[in-house]
């Protein structure tokens, strides 16, 4: 498992409010949109990346992480694997604290990688599925 339970409650008690939803647009078929609306009931700030930009959730939507013209504080990552390390490559490059890769989200070597830079880090799990847990 990447991410054992207390970097899993570090990452959503401790790390900040701010966190990209990599993949979140207005398609309310889609798991980031239901995600990102947990997160919201839980006081999280989402900002929506997508390249549509769109506004999700009553937040402006950016193009990508380096359009974003504030600090985020966790990535949250909807892409497909294959996709995701250069997502967590700009995570570290934005100055983030943490990652987070959704359920089905794997990549070993980002993984690695994104601990190595000094980044908290979750694997293949969800936040939406975890906040409540929380107590």
Request: charged share 25%; glycine share 10%; with cysteine.
């Amino acid at each position: 498992m990447y991410g054992d339970q207390e970097t899993v409650r570090k990452i959503l008690t401790e790390l900040g409010d701010t966190w990209a939803v990599v993949g979140l647009s207005a398609n309310r078929d889609r798991a980031a949109y239901g995600v990102a609306a947990v997160l919201q009931r839980f006081g999280k700030r989402v900002v929506p990346i997508h390249p549509k930009a769109e506004t999700v959730h009553g937040e402006q939507g950016y193009p990508s992480l380096s359009a974003v013209p504030f600090k985020v504080d966790v990535v949250d990552v909807f892409v497909n694997s294959g996709l995701a390390g250069r997502v967590a490559d700009e995570a570290v490059a934005a100055g983030a604290a943490a990652v987070w890769f959704q359920l089905g989200v794997v990549d070993e070597a980002a993984y690695e990688r994104t601990r190595a830079a000094g980044l908290d880090m979750v694997m293949d799990r969800c936040p939406a599925i975890e906040i409540p847990r929380l107590g």
